[in-house]
């Protein structure tokens, strides 16, 4: 129903910035929160940020002040910026669409891309 494709995962070192992007399609007329989790290997999915289909923002502590998210409703696309990158940021980051107006819980989100790999090394 709703397909999502992450990008602009990579490796970067400490204190560097990346930009991911995540385009959805299909029935997006159902979505309204978008979001970004993050999993490290052996841990749970992990909130990071959400912003409503008017652009209003919440953000997990671990990432305020560094990380914004933003989104383009017509081309129907969220992104994550990410300065000031820490090794604790080193995770697969997804993306996410929910029929909440903002949502904070992995279980508020019926659909995720596959997501993409960020790496960042001491």
């Known amino acids: 129903q709703v397909l999502l494709v992450e990008s602009g995962g990579g490796l970067v070192q400490a204190g560097g910035s990346l930009r991911l992007a995540c385009a959805a399609s299909?029935?997006?007329?159902?979505?309204?929160?978008m979001g970004w989790f993050r999993q490290a290997p052996g841990k749970e999915r992990e909130f990071v940020a959400t912003?409503?289909?008017?652009?209003?923002?919440t953000y997990a502590d671990s990432v305020k002040g560094r990380f914004t998210i933003s989104r383009d409703n017509a081309k129907n696309t969220v992104y994550l910026q990410m300065n000031s990158l820490e090794p604790e940021d080193t995770a697969v980051y997804y993306c996410?669409?929910?029929?909440?107006?903002?949502?904070?819980?992995?279980?508020?989100?019926?659909?995720w891309g596959q997501g993409t790999q960020v790496t960042v090394s001491s």
């Open positions: 912003i409503s289909r008017n652009g209003g923002t």
């Open positions: 299909g029935r997006t007329f159902s979505s309204y929160a």
């Open positions: 996410g669409t929910s029929p909440a107006r903002i949502a904070i819980r992995a279980y508020e989100y019926p659909y």
